[in-house]
């Protein structure tokens, strides 16, 4: 209406047939995989029947081809063992998006918390992009680099890239360049074996 302010808050949500609306999730936990937006909900939810799962947490993790691909991340009930796999076939069962299927489930012994117990998404996010990036340089057969990602306030996600110093940058770069993130690169000497040094 004409002379009302909106605020732009960020969330989620949808309205049903009353009118009520129901907030759903944050636009930025958003997983965009090849221009399709994923809700993680749309993934979390069916993960938290599964009579195992005691908390579920979805994230985007980068992917060279598709920008991101869902991955999960499920802490299980006390005393529960089921492995990833058969969590991930129930996934696929319960999904309804066939793009919003993880690639992977992970089960971890505790989820990170705020320090209101809400799952810390942005950490599961880091974990997944030292390791999707970390991943594409073994292919690459690409050894004495390491891989360090953190989130700036001003700038997103960055990732600190340390190299060995007969590492072949260009190829690093190349590698790497593959996947829509800053890096920053710094050169190391190598003091033993997986051990770099400033």
């Known amino acids: 209406m004409r002379g009302q302010c909106w605020l732009n808050t ?23 995989r090849g221009g399709h937006n994923i809700d ?67 089960v971890v012994p505790a989820m990170p918390l705020t320090a209101v117990g809400k799952i810390f998404k942005p950490e599961l996010k880091l974990r997944e992009t030292e390791d999707a990036l970390t991943q594409a340089l073994r292919a690459a057969s690409i050894a004495d680099v390491s891989v360090q990602a953190r989130n700036e306030p001003d700038r997103g996600t960055v990732v600190e890239v340390s190299l060995a110093a007969q590492a072949d940058r260009r190829l690093v770069q190349r590698v790497l360049g593959q996947f829509p993130l800053p890096l920053r690169f710094r050169q190391v000497d190598v003091a033993g074996p997986g051990h770099p040094t400033v």
């Open 40 to 106: 993680p909900a749309v993934i979390e939810e069916p993960l938290h029947r599964h009579p195992a799962v005691l908390m579920a947490a979805a994230v985007g993790r980068p992917d060279a081809h598709a920008g991101e691909v869902p991955v999960a991340y499920v802490q299980l009930k006390p005393g529960a063992d089921v492995p990833e796999s058969e969590l991930l076939s129930f996934a696929r069962d319960h999904v309804g998006e066939r793009a919003a299927v993880p690639k992977a489930i992970r």
């Open 10 to 32: 960020g969330d989620l949500g949808r309205q049903d047939d009353d009118g009520y609306f129901y907030l759903t999730g944050r636009r930025k936990e958003l997983i965009i």
